[in-house]
């Protein structure tokens, strides 16, 4: 099966009550983990690359490292550009093969929001690939953006449909809460998404999916290796993933998940750097992090995003 689009995959999850999986990809062992656990509960996967991340891998590793993934798996696989800042990075995407993109022009004005929007849609279309937009605007940290909790904003439920209709975006990001990085929340704090955007925003957009951003959930045990093994991290929570099951279950498609897969990631490595301290093999501190980056998402496909054997 070639690279597939979101089309049938949100379609499924809308009537089925649950999300995909959105997971941010950097590298092979990350690709690999996030893969293997898909391969193991036959679920569908998105796989995402930044602006940054294309700079770091360059544009054609990653495609071709997601590519190798649709073999060895056999899944319905996209490949979406997370976070788009211009046309001609859509269209480079596009071009290399992308099956989805994201233009973000949630920062700029509505009526900007919509133009450059519309041109992605325009050229995505007539490329056969689907384009995610986003209304409202998350606080935290991006690649180049650092959005403070003061400047985030909700999405406007009574935006919704004007901003569909005119631009023609397959899906819709929104603002109710959720934020980009580690540090979400202080601890003692109680987060609560907005379901009553959510539900407002559903109401006006029925069968539309709507993607959710800065969903990592912070997992305390993998902040407590990194900090027992050098690391100094501030303490902070992140979304619990009882909401975001509850989001799935409701019109959200697509769940962004990036931050958490860098814990799983930097905890193992440390941990396994802290307790061989003579070793300089980089497959050996990669396994185990690779190893950590799969159950992380076995957990989340099952007890979160509930899209185990849907592939
Ligand atoms: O939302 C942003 C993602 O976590 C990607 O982060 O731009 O540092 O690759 P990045
Ligand atoms: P997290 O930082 O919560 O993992 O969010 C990732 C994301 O939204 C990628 O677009
Ligand atoms: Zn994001």
Redesign the pocket.
Same mark, same amino acid.
């Given at each position: 099966m070639p690279l597939v689009t979101t089309k049938e995959m949100f379609e499924k999850a809308y009537n089925g009550g649950y999300a995909i999986g959105a997971f941010?990809v950097?590298n092979m062992e990350i690709i690999q983990g996030i893969t293997e656990a898909g391969k193991d509960l036959n679920a569908p996967l998105i796989l995402q690359v930044?602006?940054?991340?294309r700079a770091?891998a360059n544009r054609t590793y990653l495609m071709k490292l997601v590519e190798a993934a649709v073999i060895e798996t056999g899944l319905p696989i996209a490949l979406h550009l997370?976070?788009g800042d211009s046309f001609e990075l859509c269209k480079s995407c596009i071009d290399d093969g992308f099956t989805s993109v994201m233009i973000d022009a949630s920062s700029k004005s509505f009526e900007d929001n919509i133009a450059l929007t519309k041109q992605v849609v325009e050229y995505a279309h007539d490329h056969g690939v689907v384009v995610e937009a986003e209304l409202g605007t998350l606080a935290?940290?991006?690649?180049?953006v650092n959005v403070s909790a003061e400047d985030s904003s909700y999405t406007r439920p009574e935006d919704v449909e004007e901003f569909v209709t005119r631009t023609g975006c397959d899906s819709l990001a929104i603002a109710i809460g959720t934020s #980009? +990085?580690a540090y979400k929340f202080k601890p003692g704090t109680k987060p609560q998404l907005r379901f009553d955007i959510l539900e407002e925003v559903s109401r006006r957009l029925p069968g539309f999916p709507i993607v959710l #951003? +800065?969903s990592s959930s912070v997992p305390q045990d993998l902040v407590a290796i990194i900090n027992q093994y050098g690391g100094n991290m501030p303490d902070a929570i992140g979304i619990p993933e009882e909401q975001l099951r509850e989001a799935a279950r409701l019109a959200v498609c697509k769940i962004?998940i990036?931050?958490d897969l860098r814990l799983a990631m930097t905890a193992m490595i440390r941990q396994y750097m802290a307790e061989h301290p003579a070793d300089f093999d980089p497959r050996q501190y990669l396994k185990p992090a690779r190893e950590a980056i799969k159950q992380l998402v076995m957990h989340k496909i099952v007890d979160v995003l509930g899209c185990d054997g849907k592939a």
């Amino acid at each position: 099966m070639p690279l597939v689009t979101t089309k049938e995959m949100f379609e499924k999850a809308y009537n089925g009550g649950y999300a995909i999986g959105a997971f941010n990809v950097n590298n092979m062992e990350i690709i690999q983990g996030i893969t293997e656990a898909g391969k193991d509960l036959n679920a569908p996967l998105i796989l995402q690359v930044s602006k940054g991340a294309r700079a770091y891998a360059n544009r054609t590793y990653l495609m071709k490292l997601v590519e190798a993934a649709v073999i060895e798996t056999g899944l319905p696989i996209a490949l979406h550009l997370d976070h788009g800042d211009s046309f001609e990075l859509c269209k480079s995407c596009i071009d290399d093969g992308f099956t989805s993109v994201m233009i973000d022009a949630s920062s700029k004005s509505f009526e900007d929001n919509i133009a450059l929007t519309k041109q992605v849609v325009e050229y995505a279309h007539d490329h056969g690939v689907v384009v995610e937009a986003e209304l409202g605007t998350l606080a935290g940290i991006e690649d180049e953006v650092n959005v403070s909790a003061e400047d985030s904003s909700y999405t406007r439920p009574e935006d919704v449909e004007e901003f569909v209709t005119r631009t023609g975006c397959d899906s819709l990001a929104i603002a109710i809460g959720t934020s #980009h +990085g580690a540090y979400k929340f202080k601890p003692g704090t109680k987060p609560q998404l907005r379901f009553d955007i959510l539900e407002e925003v559903s109401r006006r957009l029925p069968g539309f999916p709507i993607v959710l #951003h +800065g969903s990592s959930s912070v997992p305390q045990d993998l902040v407590a290796i990194i900090n027992q093994y050098g690391g100094n991290m501030p303490d902070a929570i992140g979304i619990p993933e009882e909401q975001l099951r509850e989001a799935a279950r409701l019109a959200v498609c697509k769940i962004n998940i990036d931050s958490d897969l860098r814990l799983a990631m930097t905890a193992m490595i440390r941990q396994y750097m802290a307790e061989h301290p003579a070793d300089f093999d980089p497959r050996q501190y990669l396994k185990p992090a690779r190893e950590a980056i799969k159950q992380l998402v076995m957990h989340k496909i099952v007890d979160v995003l509930g899209c185990d054997g849907k592939a």
